[in-house]
Nanobody, 123 residues
Framework: QLQLVQSGGGLVQPGGSLRLSCVVS????????IGWFRQAPGKEREGISC????????YYADAVKGRFTISRDNAKSTVYLQMNSLKPEDTANYYC????????????????WGQGTQVTVSS
């Protein structure tokens, strides 16, 4: 059993930056791939990034590639999503999730979820 607790988010102007954090606790937390998802009003939840447990390899959706960076600090049991050059279309509720499947970005493979945090990009 894992617990994921998110922090970060808020209101930022276009072009600004935010960092989201996801603290993962549980006996086997280090074995899980952690992913970041977002859901905008009226849209389906989409996977935007994930980081593997074994080799730290990462995945980014085209919509965020080059602007967002996912990282993992196993000593702090925390996964970060650094979001730069934010755009209004990045406005959404952001979730972190955990899956035992390496590199999975399909949300149906995720078993544990954080509580979600709102990111609003607006001038």
């Amino acid at each position: 059993q894992l617990q994921l607790v998110q922090s970060g988010g808020g209101l930022v102007q276009p072009g600004g930056s935010l960092r989201l954090s996801c603290v993962v606790s549980g006996d086997t937390a280090d074995y899980y791939t952690i992913g970041w998802f977002r859901q905008a009003p009226g849209k389906e939840r989409e996977g935007i990034s994930c980081i593997n447990s074994h080799d730290g390899s990462t995945y980014y959706a085209d919509a965020v590639k080059g602007r967002f960076t996912i990282s993992r600090d196993n000593a702090k049991s925390t996964v970060y999503l650094q979001m730069n050059s934010l755009k209004p279309e990045d406005t959404a509720n952001y979730y972190c999730g955990a899956t035992i499947i390496d590199g999975a970005i399909d949300e149906t493979h995720y078993d544990y979820w954080g509580q979600g945090t709102q990111v609003t990009v607006s001038s």
